[in-house]
Nanobody, 114 residues
């Protein structure tokens, strides 16, 4: 299983970005895909997850600004990020959870700065 993330970059405060992550390989139908982020000097934290059935979970601090969605064929997860703030600057990692197996993408850098 491999995860490839796209869409990071530099954006001004108040702007928007959309991240994408495609999972390839032999993937069990029931799974959870998600996004995590790690800011400089901080631990990796949950951004949002979405099950294969469409149930979503968000970090409380990000509700209303970030939206996670997915396509089942292929297994692709998206993160729409609006009203970005400098504190959203981080490396964003996509994740695939299949039963107890965790797979991680390589990370994509999002920098929010004027």
């Amino acid at each position: 299983v491999q995860l490839q993330a796209y869409g990071g970059g530099l954006v001004q405060p108040g702007g928007s970005l959309r991240l994408s992550c495609a999972a390839t390989g032999s993937i069990f139908r029931n799974n959870v895909m998600g996004w995590y982020r790690q800011a400089p000097g901080k631990q990796r934290e949950l951004v949002a997850t979405i099950t294969s059935g469409g149930s979503t979970k968000y970090a409380d601090s990000l509700k209303g600004r970030f939206t996670i969605s997915r396509d089942s064929a292929p297994n692709t997860v998206y993160l729409q990020m609006n009203s970005l703030k400098p504190e959203d600057t981080a490396v964003y990692y996509c994740n695939l959870l299949v039963i107890t197996l965790n797979y991680w993408g390589q990370g994509t850098l999002v920098t929010v700065s004027s």
